[in-house]
Nanobody
Framework: QLRLVESGGGSVQPGDSLTLSCRVPGFRLDFTIGWFRQAPGKEREGISCIRSDGYARYVDSVKGRFTIARDNSQTSVTLQMNSLQPEDTGVYYC?????????????????WGQGTQVTVSS
């Protein structure tokens, strides 16, 4: 069973940046990884994903601000988040997904991390 581990969350001010990381200790990430966000009182939504070949997609609300990437050794996937806004607040999860698209749904992912909190407020 895969165990995904997120790190890098925190509390920042609007306009700041954060980088989240997703790892699977002991395994290469040679499968599609999705990043999901769950804001307080809302459903978990897919925000970005990346295939093993580097093909990546973003939901409209984060396009131009967030960048997903894999390291060359395929041991981690990062989500660089710039120009953070209060509406980006939530718990961020990475998960294994069978596909990568702008309409990534949480229901299709199988293995999940425990989540990392991102809070953006002034």
């Amino acid at each position: 069973q895969l165990r995904l581990v997120e790190s890098g969350g925190g509390s920042v001010q609007p306009g700041d940046s954060l980088t989240l990381s997703c790892r699977v200790p002991g395994f290469r990430l040679d499968f599609t990884i999705g990043w999901f966000r769950q804001a307080p009182g809302k459903e978990r939504e897919g925000i970005s994903c990346i295939r093993s070949d580097g093909y990546a997609r973003y939901v409209d609300s984060v396009k131009g601000r967030f960048t997903i990437a894999r390291d060359n050794s395929q041991t981690s996937v990062t989500l660089q988040m710039n120009s953070l806004q209060p509406e980006d607040t939530g718990v961020y999860y990475c998960a294994r997904s069978p596909y990568c698209s702008e309409s990534l749904r949480a229901g299709v992912a199988d293995y999940w991390g425990q989540g990392t909190q991102v809070t953006v407020s002034s």
